[in-house]
DNA sequence: AAAACCTTGACAAGATCGCGGTAAGGTTGG
DNA sequence: CCAACCTTACCGCGATCTTGTCAAGGTTTT
């Protein structure tokens, strides 16, 4: 067993998670171990300090474990940050290249359109 | 009336979404809407439009709403997001004027005797 | 004044989350 | 070899999320 390295209960213990959180953390993608050669999970300082911090940080801002989730997604995944960044960004999302005011002008006569035509 | 503006259930012809989760969607601080002198909601187009647009976002990426509210108090929240942002970037996070090494055994040491207060 | 809106607030069904437990089976150390 | 671990895969339960609907009351339109 390595020298360096802690059980999953054992890491449980230190950083006031159960066992079965520390897997559940792990099905989320927020902290993987590595494993022994049988297939333990092997926890070194850096993913209990890691496990610690991210503990301290659910419990400070009312963050759940599902959030953090997101977090990482938002992370990973380049298209869906930019979409959620630009979503927030603009007051009025249009093309570059259509002035404001036309924009605004054919979004209104869209709209219009639409409306009459659910309405009808 | 306003001219320039549709009533909740106008709005959510035009946007796809039903009144009740126009509301959730306020609710939630993503999208509020101006009020008449009697209280009701009048959404103007680009209220519309960023209805519209969270609608694709949400069916594009597989996200939710509350996901969305996740990521509106990120950028609202400025303690958070840097707490958050932290946790992500560091493999080990540590004081600055603590050298790595030194940190790194400080940290072995600690989980340790915690581990032993915690097996007695 | 009646019909058709709007408001907030509540209840409810169904899905998901957070978390524990249990079962069946492999590993490790004394 | 046996006790005490570990693994994955489930079942379940209380809490919260999503969404609809209904009730009680104010507003707008005709």
């Known amino acids: 067993m390595d020298v360096d390295a802690l059980t999953i209960q054992e890491a449980a213990q230190t950083t006031g ?3 079965r959180m520390l897997r559940y953390v792990e099905s989320m993608g927020l902290i993987e171990s590595r494993r022994s050669p049988a297939g333990y999970r092997l926890y070194g300082p850096e993913e209990l300090q ?13 963050v759940g474990l599902s959030e953090m989730g997101f977090a990482l997604r938002l992370r990973r995944e380049e298209d869906l940050s930019r979409a959620v960044e630009a979503w927030f960004e603009a007051e009025v999302s249009r093309p570059d290249d259509v002035p404001a005011a036309d924009w605004l002008r054919f979004e ?7 409306l009459a035509a659910a309405l009808s």
Do not use: D, I, V
């Open 50 to 62: 890691r496990l610690r911090t991210l503990r301290e940080l659910l419990a400070q801002h009312e």
């Open 17 to 19: 998670w159960s066992s």
């Open 108 to 114: 209104q006569e869209k709209h219009e359109r639409l």
